[in-house]
């Protein structure tokens, strides 16, 4: 369900953020400036985190504010899918991340499979692109589109990275449990059907 506070405090930040790079009025400055200290007021009543890490995290870039990316590297062995135990919070994704600046989707899938999972791959396929508000995420305080780029195992061999502790591949029915901020199971349930219909259209929306 969606949050109509994180929503508002979302658009609100938005709003600033454009208006404080476009605007050439010292006043407009002032509200547009007021109207982002209103969006992090918002996010710290509700979610009881500091205001300088709201303001860190979620008010400090500056220009037009657009979405961000995430990208998810979908590897296939054996009809089962790879994935990576995070230790964030101890629950399984596929192997991904932010878009890096400089880095194409298919470098940035590259990267970060073998940064988390150890294996190299290369891409092959651009599976889904999908908006991270019309699925069953936890909230987030960020608009996020969510990147599906299927792989080939070209070479290495499972290993464990920074931010993960275990690598695994997965049968459908036998998902372990997932890190719902980076992939949920309706996510994956129908990832899985890209593996027996190679001609399916890309998932958009």
Not at 1 to 16: D, H, P, R
Not at 23 to 35: P, S
Not at 142 to 164: L, N, P, R, W
Not at 189 to 205: A, G, K, S, T, V
Request: include cysteine; charge should be negative; hydrophobic fraction near 40%.
């Amino acid at each position: 369900m969606t949050l109509k506070w994180l929503e508002w405090a979302k658009e609100m930040q938005a709003i600033s953020q454009a208006g404080l790079e476009y605007t050439k009025d010292v006043y407009d400055k002032e509200r547009f400036e007021q109207l982002r200290e209103l969006s992090i007021t918002i996010m710290q009543e509700y979610t009881g985190e500091g205001n300088e890490m709201i303001r860190t995290l979620f008010a400090s870039e500056t220009g037009y504010q657009t979405p961000k990316v995430d990208v998810r590297g979908v590897i296939f062995q054996d009809g089962k899918l790879l994935l990576v135990k995070e230790k964030a919070d101890g629950a399984w994704a596929l192997p991904g991340g932010w878009a890096d600046v400089g880095l194409s989707p298919s470098e940035v899938v590259v990267k970060e499979v073998k940064e988390e999972a150890g294996y190299e791959v290369r891409a092959v396929r651009l599976l889904a692109v999908l908006d991270k508000k019309f699925h069953n995420h936890p909230p987030s305080a960020f608009h996020v589109y969510k990147m599906f780029i299927q792989c080939d195992i070209t070479g290495g061999s499972a290993g464990v990275g920074t931010e993960t502790s275990a690598v695994g591949f997965f049968h459908k029915d036998e998902l372990p449990p997932l890190s719902e901020e980076r992939n949920t199971k309706e996510q994956l349930q129908r990832i899985f059907e890209f593996e027996n219909n190679p001609h399916l259209p890309i998932w958009l929306d």
